[in-house]
């Protein structure tokens, strides 16, 4: 398959719906794309009603295209990362796997437009991070869950008040960073750099301020990081989990049992934040970003190094510090849920303490005059009571 047949394909397949983040090919299956979390079959022309195992490795290859180590990858390890770019339409990132003894292709969309704080809606404290020093900031979520956009966001209000040098490890580089006040430069996984772990000890001779992780894989990656951070540098980097306390103990899972003292106490000294964020359903359509913000202090510093325990979970540290601007995935569906940006189904399916969540929504209703007063369907038997009424006289 030559480019520009590829080319007309994805355009196609953009202008199919709206709200595309992923565009996916699999053998047997019509090319797909994901629309506000939904899979719907697209039909471009000529029609392809299923994609056979020889279309969807044309597709793999014309993606690939010269670049020998993306086949190695593939060959070796049975995936491959890359990112593509379709002209000045759109950019993806891309995972290339085998699956079944066929290959499969999921392509996902990222923004053209450089992600701001503004444009996201996000709170004033991720200011306050952008202007961090020095420590590590993680963002954590499911994948999919835009931890790349927020992180870009943040970086942008660096590039846009800060004269820093800052160097960024991707896989693959997803927003392009123009310089501002800031000098960037970015280096991408495979073309730039063959490791994370590599990347980062090289990054530490580059003389930067700021350092973004793409993604905290391993313990090599994740002792570098710390070293950075602790050396004055400012690291920024994404885990796979979805709450504070998880993200701790991911890290500290990727280390053996007797190194956990030390590592809690490194941790404790250099961990900056740790933003959760998922994307809830939103109503009429579309979804929104819900996020669990977690600074630091002497509570948040003492069940990191010590662990967590009665009265002194995260959770019961980050719902008590929300003048801060701290917040706890509950606090944020339920200003979404008064707000009428998400429904009462979907504030109890993302809550973490459903019992207080129905409570607060049983409350809202009864504000706004919406509980249920229907009749229960109950009688009360008066011909039981007469006798009753009649001793009673």
Sequence with gaps: MKQAELNSILSAMLDAHEGISDLVFSTGQPMQVETFGVLKPVHVFPSVKKLTRFQTEQIALAIIGP??????????????????????????????????????????????????????????????MAKTKNGLILVTGATGS??????????????????????????????????????????????????????????????????????????????????AAET??????????????????RILGMFDLAEETQLRLRLSETLRYIVSQRLAPKTGGGRLLINEIMGTNLRVREAVALGEAEGRSFYDIIEANATFGWTTFDQSLSRAYQSGLISADTADLYATNKARMTRFIDGVKKERGLVNDAPSGLKLDLESLAPTAGALR
């Design 67 to 128: 670049a020998r180590h993306l086949l190695r990858d593939l060959l070796i390890h049975g995936a491959c990362d890359c990112s593509y770019a379709l002209r000045d339409e759109a950019r993806f990132r891309v995972n290339i796997f085998r699956q079944r003894g066929s290959l499969a292709i999921v392509m996902r969309k990222a923004q053209t437009d450089m992600p701001t704080l503004a444009s996201l809606g996000l709170s004033p404290i991720f200011r306050d």
């Design 146 to 227: 835009g931890k790349t956009t927020t992180l870009s966001a943040i970086l942008n209000e660096i590039n846009e008040t800060q004269a820093v040098h800052a160097v960024t490890l991707e896989d693959p580089i997803e927003f392009i960073h123009q310089h501002k006040k800031a000098t960037f430069n970015q280096r991408e996984l495979g073309a730039d750099f063959d490791t994370f772990p590599n990347g980062l000890r090289s990054a530490l001779r580059q003389a930067p301020k700021v350092i973004l992780v793409g993604e905290m894989r391993d313990r090599a990656t994740v002792e570098i990081a710390l070293t």
């Design 232 to 249: 004055g540098h400012l690291v920024l980097s994404t885990i796979h989990t979805i709450n504070a306390g998880q993200s701790i103990n």
